[in-house]
């Protein structure tokens, strides 16, 4: 392969060119995704503690919150990428042909680190409201059903090569969070609450918060009372 053109890249240069922008774009995909991982356990910790003690409206507006904050840390680091595509990939390398190379790549990375910034964040409310099932099988089909079969027909059946690939996987990750999204959204607090007391009861067989506490409703979300 590293004889054969891509996409405007110099044939002699293929298989150095190929590879190395790409590795590049990945390390600061990487960085930023440090950072959501964090948000990750952090969100988690905060909707299961939240549906532990009976606080529905806690848990709804906390995951409110964080997605709107990590969807705007994505947009900042998205911008960023963008208005300095042309010079970021000084800090890996002096080639001139090798910073073409990751300014023609820089818009997909864009993208990804956007999506990047919002999916992590409700795969920790799913972790915290005890949907791994759910969202492991959610990830399986559209990740790996569609996403890389896609990726794969449009990075070696047609000329988009590396960008191919990526744009199959940026649409399966787009589609998983969508619908991670929708399920967020419908998501009924008050129940959630109610299996997360049944599910204490069970492992601890006694009554860790008493169901009186929390009563009436404001705004379709049952609130405790004093």
């Known amino acids: 392969m590293a004889g ?117 964040v409700i795969s920790g409310v799913a972790v915290g409201g005890g949907w791994q099932a759910l969202v492991a099988y959610i990830n399986l089909f559209f990740y790996y059903v569609i996403g890389l079969p896609l990726g794969f027909l449009l990075g070696y059946k047609t000329s988009l090569r590396v960008e191919g690939i990526w744009i199959g996987m940026i649409f399966g990750t787009l589609l998983q969070t969508v619908i991670l999204l929708c399920i967020v959204y419908k998501t009924n607090w008050n129940k959630e609450v109610e299996q997360a007391l049944k599910r204490m009861r069970q492992w601890t067989g006694q009554e860790l918060v008493d169901p009186r506490k929390w009563s009436g409703q404001e705004n379709g979300c049952q609130t405790q009372t004093i």
């Not at 110099?10 to 390390?27: F, T």
């Open 4 to 120: 054969r053109a891509c996409h405007g890249w110099p044939s002699r240069n293929y298989g150095h060119l190929q590879n190395s922008p790409l590795l590049q774009l990945m390390n600061v995909n990487g960085w930023e995704g440090m950072l959501f991982i964090g948000i990750n356990a952090a969100i988690s910790v905060r909707v299961s503690n939240e549906l532990g003690s009976a606080h529905p409206r806690a848990a709804k507006y906390s995951v409110i919150i964080i997605i709107l904050e990590s969807l705007l840390i994505g947009l900042f680091f998205a911008v960023v990428i963008l208005a300095a595509k042309d010079h970021f990939a000084i800090i890996f390398t002096d080639s001139k042909e090798m910073q073409q190379a990751v300014s023609r790549l820089a818009f997909l990375l864009s993208v990804t680190m956007l999506l990047n910034s919002v999916q992590p």
